[in-house]
């Protein structure tokens, strides 16, 4: 009887072994399939408007445009009006008249969330809006410990990273709920859970963590 007991204290471990390797295999070639080989979605079945947070620079501008070419009507939406015309009108000259851009200037750092959901109620109301991509971030303006960060920083960048998100997507969801379809994107960032750390700029990737809620 004693003997058995290592036999089958074994069989377990292998057991629990299995199947955290079953896991990992499984979220792994989920994450091949999403990333390689899901087939494209086609944009235009959602809706004729899209809304881009953060639009007037990188990832953000670079959506705008491709998003632009796609079809749909394009709301950017940004604090900088001269940075959000020139955007507007970059997209005008690569894409022609037909896609019309419509600018809506916010600083979310000095609004609150109820503001933030009426901006984006009133701005799309009466438009077609389908996609919603959440690209506006904030980040440490260099690397530094968390305890050196000043009060007004550390509440900027939850409101920008964290709340942005959750308040804009509440202004845009409504339309989309009554029309049974619609989507929204929200760029992450791959320190959030790609590598393991992102050393000095801690509340960043931490903030950045809730794109993927």
């Not at 079953?22 to 999403?34: G, N, P, Q």
């Not at 947070?53 to 670079?62: C, E, F, L, V, Y």
Request: with cysteine.
């Amino acid at each position: 009887m004693a003997t058995e007991w290592p036999e089958i204290i074994l069989t377990v471990i292998c057991s629990l072994g299995f199947i955290s390797l079953s896991k990992t295999f499984i979220h792994f070639a989920r994450w091949m399939w999403v990333m390689f080989f899901r087939p494209l979605k086609n944009l235009k079945t959602y809706s004729s408007g899209a809304i881009i947070t953060g639009s007037t620079d990188g990832t953000g501008k670079a959506i705008s445009l491709e998003l632009a070419s796609s079809g749909p009507n394009i709301l950017l939406v940004g604090q900088n009006p001269k940075k959000l015309e020139a955007t507007s009108k970059e997209i005008r000259d690569t894409h022609g008249s037909h896609v019309e851009v419509k600018l809506v200037v916010i600083d979310f750092e000095k609004v609150n969330g109820e503001e933030r959901v009426k901006k984006m109620e009133e701005t799309t109301k009466g438009l077609d809006i389908g996609v919603l991509v959440n690209n506006t971030d904030m980040a440490n303006p260099y690397p530094r410990y968390s305890h050196e960060e000043d009060f007004e920083f550390l509440d900027a960048i939850i409101k920008v990273n964290v709340e942005a998100i959750t308040w804009v997507t509440r202004g845009v969801i409504k339309g989309m709920i009554r029309k049974k379809k619609g989507a929204i994107i929200s760029i992450g960032f791959a320190s959030c859970f790609v590598v393991p750390s992102f050393p000095l700029y801690t509340l960043y990737a931490a903030t950045k963590a809730y794109s993927f809620w």
